[in-house]
């Protein structure tokens, strides 16, 4: 028979409780703990044998409903510099975990020196690695997490993948898994088991590195459990020296959560400052929204995901983009002197190049409202590189905004946008925070489940209501219970509230 039906035994007793519900109301005042207003009324009384039954208290329409995420992105040139301990306290400040983000999608340029080994020999994961190991650490260990220690001689992929556990497994453990055939035959060792599995807040997605270009992208580990996140692919597009070598070009990740596809582009652009350079940095954007794929593969689920980067419902772009001011060194500095961002902003190549059409038209960026992040001095200084009187040895280079994000779609809010102070390398890392909508999926026969069922899903993420029937007349003469436990459990202090109510008269 068919619960949900008015004239089920579940259907009946659903109109007999919340008739009964509503006639105590009327002489006490309202249970902060009641959650029963969305159940329907049935028809006709019958048989009200029961045994463990779980109610979600809210009706679920057979349609898409929206969810807020927020998401930090973050883009950093650290110069080819390798991350040291005393980087932490930097990472902290630009990352500002203690705002708990739900997904954090961090692009680097220059992980490694520019060289010619870099460039065209094998790649190394050691830089990415260690990377990682840091981002993981800073974001966990302010939620009090334990951080594994990582084991010697770590194995990484320049290629990680998170890949959706089956439903039946996922509620039992909650985790993901890694897919050995994403490690290019290397072995799985209990450092990736750590980035996946181990007891953090926050999980490794996805992690992506060509050369010097690195993307990674971390995701609330609750999420798992509450959305479904699926199709996590990763592209990458060289279009440096000779138009296809790695020192310049992108690293992409796809994913979906929900029924929401999401593309993040983290891009190292041509740099100079000559006339006409601008028009380089145009055609290598060109050249990744033309490059920059997402096949299918055989393992693929049977949901569709977007091939291309305009396929996506969110798009997300940000790196060194190394557009330049077209302004005279002396009459930038002083304008950055005066603060004056809206006076310099219209010097901005990369605001001309959108007016006019010449490249990410239709996109959209923050108001900046910080100096420029480029270029400083050196390394623990907080002087941009040349000027007058120029020192010996000094580039000479006119501040500029290098380090941009961008992005494009529906459902996307900017509630910030910001450089941070970190004196590590000659850029200033830079971050925004977005608040998106995604699409989810109502069920629609989710009000009665049995015991199996995972309520992180349903209920409000706060708590959980169990009814469950009971008493030593549940066989009686009419095969009515006698009794109804109600216990409301708190999932963030585990304290529990329990009534009970008498079903007959």
């Not at 500002?96 to 220059?110: N, R, S, T």
């Not at 497994?169 to 898994?177: D, K, N, P, W, Y």
């Not at 850029?427 to 015991?451: G, W, Y």
């Amino acid at each position: 028979m068919d619960d949900m039906s008015p004239k089920s035994s579940s259907g009946r007793f659903r109109k007999w409780f919340k008739r009964k519900h509503k006639n105590k109301q009327k002489h006490k005042q309202p249970d902060p703990y009641n959650y029963l207003d969305g159940l329907s009324d049935g028809e006709d009384e019958g048989d009200y044998i029961m045994e463990d039954v779980y109610i979600s208290s809210f009706e679920m329409d057979p349609c898409t409903s929206t969810n807020e995420l927020r998401i930090f992105v973050g883009t950093w040139n650290v110069a080819g510099r390798s991350p040291v301990g005393s980087l932490a306290v930097d990472l902290e400040e630009w990352l500002k975990p203690q705002d708990a983000a739900d997904i954090y999608v961090l692009g680097f340029q220059e992980i490694v020196p520019l060289k010619t080994r870099t460039v065209i020999g094998v790649e190394d994961p050691t830089e990415a690695t260690n990377w990682n190991l840091l981002i993981g650490k800073t974001l966990n260990e302010n939620f009090g997490c334990p951080w594994l220690t990582p084991m010697l001689n770590p194995v990484s992929s320049d290629n990680y993948q998170y890949v959706k556990v089956p439903d039946c497994e996922r509620r039992a453990s909650f985790s993901g898994v890694i897919d050995s055939t994403l490690m290019r035959g290397r072995w799985i060792t209990q450092y990736h088991q750590q980035l996946v599995l181990g007891g953090s807040k926050y999980k490794l997605m996805a992690s992506k590195k060509m050369v010097g270009v690195f993307i990674s992208v971390w995701m609330k580990k609750e999420l798992l459990k509450k959305y479904c996140v699926s199709n996590v692919k990763v592209s990458s597009v060289a279009c440096g020296i000779m138009g296809y070598l790695g020192n310049k070009g992108s690293v992409s990740v796809s994913m979906s959560i929900e029924g929401t596809s999401f593309c993040f582009i983290a891009a190292h652009l041509a740099s100079g400052e000559k006339n006409g350079d601008e028009g380089r940095r145009n055609r290598q954007v060109s050249e990744i929204f033309k490059r920059t794929s997402f096949p299918r593969s055989a393992k693929d689920d049977d949901n569709r995901h977007p091939l291309t980067i305009f396929g996506h419902d969110q798009i997300f772009w940000f790196g060194d983009l190394n557009y330049r001011l077209d302004l005279e060194d002396n009459l930038a500095r002083d304008l950055i002197k005066k603060q004056d961002w809206k006076a310099l902003q219209g010097f901005d190549q990369l605001r001309k190049e959108q007016e006019d059409g010449g490249v990410f038209e239709g996109w959209r960026e923050g108001n900046i409202k910080f100096a420029p992040t480029y270029k400083y001095s050196s390394s623990n200084c907080n002087r941009y590189s040349g000027g007058l009187p120029n020192r010996s040895g000094e580039k000479q280079r006119t501040p500029a905004w290098c380090d941009r994000i961008l992005w494009y779609g529906k459902g996307v809010k900017l509630l910030s946008y910001f450089r941070s102070e970190s004196k590590f390398s000659d850029h200033r890392p830079v971050s925004a925070q977005f608040s998106t909508q995604i699409e989810v999926m109502k069920s629609t026969n989710s009000r009665f489940l049995d015991k199996e069922t995972n309520f992180h899903n349903i209920m409000p993420p706060e708590q959980i209501i169990v009814f469950s029937l009971q008493g030593p007349s549940i066989n009686n003469e009419e095969g009515k219970p006698t009794l109804l436990s109600l216990i409301v459990k708190d999932t963030e202090s585990s304290s529990t509230h329990a009534s009970r109510y008498k079903l007959l008269n």
